[in-house]
């Protein structure tokens, strides 16, 4: 991907590109999320805040999906978040601890919930009670 002309530098690993309906093209990458958006040409980059709870989990992004009811979810070397898809506020829901080498590496929505990939497994997330349903 090129440059965008505010400077951000897009070269770096692409995960994944879901398709929805949004206005913007929302592009996970190792490097944290990028939004483009098609009618200005512009891009943005989200990036993990320390001190901001309510960004990304890690900028190590490895799968994004969009859920029945819009919310975009967020895989990474972290956890699973998910936001609305034009806001910048996420919420955490499920966060890997650092002293475990397991990572989220593919979301697929099923319903109400979502399959959950790890480095350690499958899960069934229930996004309505948010809580792990089942870990195979």
Do not use: K
Not at 26 to 49: C, E, N, W
């Amino acid at each position: 991907l090129p440059n965008g002309e505010n400077g951000i530098s897009l070269a770096t690993d692409i995960a994944e590109v879901p398709i929805g309906s949004s206005r913007y093209v929302t592009i996970a990458t190792f490097g944290g999320m990028v939004l483009f958006d098609p009618s200005t040409q512009q891009f943005m980059r989200q990036q993990h805040q320390d001190t901001n709870l309510q960004s990304i989990p890690a900028n190590y992004l490895t799968s994004l999906c969009i859920d029945r009811t819009g919310l975009l979810w967020v895989g990474s070397a972290r956890g699973l978040a998910h936001a609305e898809r034009v806001s910048s506020n996420f919420t955490t829901r499920l966060l890997l601890t650092s002293d475990t080498d397991e990572e989220v590496t593919a979301l697929l929505p099923s319903g109400d919930s979502l399959w959950v990939g790890t480095t350690g497994g499958l899960s069934y997330y229930n996004t309505t009670t948010n809580q792990l349903a089942a870990r195979m």
